[in-house]
C-alpha cells in the first residue's frame, strides 16, 4: 500500500524516537538531507528543536512542503 506510513526509530537529543511517515516524505527527507549536507538524523534534530508544539511527523511534513514550495517559487 503506497500510502502507508512507515515507522523508523532515530535518536534525537539523546532520547529514541519513532517517526511515522510514508515512504515519499521519507525519501523526501533524505534528499533534503543529502543536499545540505547532513544526515537525516542531524535534520530531524534541527525540525524538532523548532516544532513549537506540533506533532513531530506532522512538523517534517510541514518542514519539507516549505523546502519544495521555496524552490518551486525560485523556478518560476
Known amino acids: 500500500m503506497p500510502g502507508r506510513a512507515r ?3 532515530l535518536t534525537i537529543a ?8 510514508e515512504d ?6 533524505k534528499e533534503v ?3 545540505q549536507g ?4 542531524e ?4 525540525i524538532d528543536a523548532g516544532r513549537d508544539g506540533i506533532g513531530l511527523s506532522g512538523a517534517i ?8 514550495r521555496r524552490l518551486a517559487l525560485k523556478g518560476r
Open 38 to 41: 547532513r544526515s537525516v538524523t
Open 43 to 46: 535534520l530531524v534534530a534541527e
Open 61 to 68: 511534513r510541514l518542514y519539507l512542503l516549505d523546502h519544495y
Open 33 to 35: 538531507a543529502t543536499a
Open 24 to 29: 515519499g516524505f521519507w525519501a523526501a527527507l
Open 14 to 21: 539523546g532520547h529514541r524516537t519513532s517517526i511515522s511517515l
Open 7 to 9: 515507522k523508523r526509530s
